[in-house]
């Protein structure tokens, strides 16, 4: 897969739950028909796909991407952790990949707690309330992102 743009699409806490989840907020495709439609969609990538309930083990897969020297960018929905992972942050500044924050619902929308990201002053931008299509943004804008850097 050399010769494609490899990508990370990242995700955390409850997410192994979609389909399942509150559908009327999430709706009822599960992270696994997600992620295939993703890879569908952009047979041009090499999108490479990681989820885990713990805080721990997405930081580690964090400094996976950065050492594998292969990852150029970071799709990653971290669920709740958005709201109150400081360690979830500093791994994303310690990091020199550029990391895209995705949300399937509004977060703005919702509940007073869910407006609050830690993580979004370390990302490059922030994309929510687009169900999975939010996915397909992120990787867009890294897409272009990534093109425009030499
Ligand atoms: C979420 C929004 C978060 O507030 C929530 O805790 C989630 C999912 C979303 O994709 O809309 O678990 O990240």
Redesign the pocket.
Known sequence: MADKLSLLILNG???SRLGKREPH??GSRTLREISQTLTESFADLDLNFFHSESEGELILKLYDAEDSGMIRGIVF????Y??YSLALRDAIAAISIPVVE????N?FA?EPF?RNSVLSEVCLGVI?GFGEY?YHLGVLALKSHLSQKP
């Open positions: 806490a409850n997410l907020i999430y929905n971290a669920g709740a958005t709201h995705v949300h399937l619902s977060v919702r869910r929510s939010s």
